[in-house]
Every structure is written in C-alpha cells, then in structure tokens.
C-alpha cells in the first residue's frame, strides 16, 4: 500500500465490512485468518511468525485505522459481494 492512506484508495481495496472490523479492532480478539489473510494482501498487516495466530499492522494499516475511524456510512464504504449472499440463498 502506498501512503498516504486516503478515503478512496481504502476504498479501491475492496475490504468487506468484516475486515475493515478486523483491521479497527487489532489485537482486541482472534481474528478469522481468512479477514487477515485479506489485510496482509492489501498491505495493512502481516504475519508475525509462518503458522503463528500472531499477527501486526503495517504503517499503511495504522494510517487506515486513522482514515476509517472517521467513517460514518459503512453501507457505501464497505465492499458487499452480492454473488456469495445470492449463492447462500441458493443453498
């Protein structure tokens, strides 16, 4: 991730509500490694150890978590696939 982090390049990252709550609430619980997984891709986390639960922000993550604690729509913020709730209702 480059910074400086913005609004629209957090946006562009495609994150699920889910992993912008993962990503805020760092440290607080044991994340899904599938929401961190996702952080560690657009470059707001890493892994601390292979096969470790541990894991930290990168500077690009604290600076998001900075961005997106002034959001107040999360609607139209947070990335919805709409294919994986259409195929749950198919199921």
Same mark, same amino acid.
């Given at each position: 991730?480059?910074?400086?982090?913005?609004? *629209?390049?957090? /946006?562009?990252? /495609?994150?699920?509500?889910?992993?912008?709550?993962?990503? #805020?609430? $760092?440290?607080?619980? %044991?994340?899904? /490694?599938?929401?961190?997984?996702?952080?560690?891709? =657009?470059?707001? $986390?890493?892994?601390?150890?292979?096969?470790?639960?541990?894991?930290?922000?990168? *500077?690009?993550?604290? =600076? =998001?978590?900075?961005?997106?604690?002034?959001? #107040?729509?999360?609607?139209? #913020? =947070? #990335?919805?696939?709409?294919?994986? %709730? /259409?195929? @749950? @209702?198919? *199921?």
């Amino acid at each position: 991730m480059i910074l400086p982090v913005t609004l *629209e390049t957090l /946006r562009d990252l /495609r994150l699920t509500n889910d992993e912008w709550n993962t990503l #805020f609430h $760092a440290g607080e619980w %044991k994340a899904e /490694r599938d929401h961190v997984d996702m952080l560690v891709l =657009a470059g707001l $986390a890493v892994w601390a150890d292979e096969g470790e639960e541990d894991w930290d922000l990168t *500077e690009a993550g604290h =600076a =998001a978590c900075n961005v997106i604690d002034l959001i #107040f729509d999360w609607d139209t #913020f =947070a #990335f919805s696939d709409l294919s994986s %709730k /259409r195929s @749950k @209702k198919i *199921e």
